[in-house]
């Protein structure tokens, strides 16, 4: 089996600007073509809790009491690692050991915004992997994590499923010079999430099985209030539309990785989350209904 070939840099927050300056700056979508977004309620509300497990149960309590539905689609989205900061424990470590706990039980299946390279695909595909670690700078410690959690996740019954990418798709993403359109990359992931999404959700609900499919990847394609010039990339409002009551997007955010961030220091909600921030106690932003950010005590603080 081929090893695995994350596509974690098809999130524009964690792009640098010299990978997003490097990729041949292509266009956005046709703005005329595009759906205009939902927009998130002005004022975010933040709590603070004792642990991430308490932290996680809120989450669910609330999203339940805003759209009167247990969520079924729960999609994690994660702020990412760097190899610069390898000493902090990733998102992805922290959703296998942590948060786990809390949603194994009530959870059938869980799709990863990841493939394997199986190497058909000619120079198209040789092309679009090369170009995708080149621009991720991610630790080689992900791999071992993304295939630890694939592991478990079957190993205690919930059906792990990965994005199948054709030879098609990787013909589609590369540019009239055989450069890989980030663009057409992001809106091809996003794609393949919702579709393999739909099908699984469908499928169980089919079979009566009242469970929640997760989703785990980057904080884009997740998302439910959008930036205008982001929406065609991302999955929550047609989800949302398509599965009434039933969606959720958590963002983890482990805080040593954003702190340098100037699109999240931005965010409406920072400023009042540095002010809430208390040692050892993780924070909860709720953006809107059916959107929070789980945001990790800092490394070196107690939580369980």
Known sequence: MTRLALSFALSVLCLSSHARAESAKPAV???????????????????LHDSVTAALS????????????????????????????????????????ELWPTVQPGSSDLILETFVTEGNCGKEEKKV????????????????????????????????HILQVSCKDYQSVLDEKAQVDYVKMLKLIGDLLQKRMTEVRLRRQKAGIDKMVMVYGGALHNDLYPQKELADFAFGQ??????????????????????????????????????????????????????????????GSNQK
């Not at 805003?66 to 959703?95: C, M, W």
């Open 58 to 97: 809120a989450i669910f309590e609330r999203a339940q009491q805003d759209s009167g539905k247990k969520p079924h689609l729960v999609a994690f989205g994660e702020y990412h690692q760097t190899k610069g900061k390898t000493q902090i424990k990733s998102a992805l470590k922290r959703f296998a050991e």
């Open 29 to 47: 979508p046709d703005e005329k073509s595009a759906k205009p977004p939902q927009a998130a309620p002005a004022a975010p509300e933040l709590t």
């Open 238 to 299: 047609s989800l949302t539309e398509a599965f009434p009551g039933e969606y959720l997007e958590v963002d983890l955010y482990v805080p040593e990785f954003i702190e340098t961030d100037k699109t999240v220091r931005a965010q409406p909600w920072f400023p009042l989350y540095k002010k809430a921030q208390k040692p050892g106690q993780p924070v909860v932003v709720r953006r809107g209904p059916g959107s929070f950010i789980l945001l990790f005590a800092p490394s």
């Open 129 to 160: 992997v090369k170009d995708v670690e080149k621009t991720t700078k991610r630790p080689e410690t992900t791999e071992n994590e993304l295939v630890t959690l694939i592991k478990q996740a079957k190993a205690q019954g919930i059906q792990p």
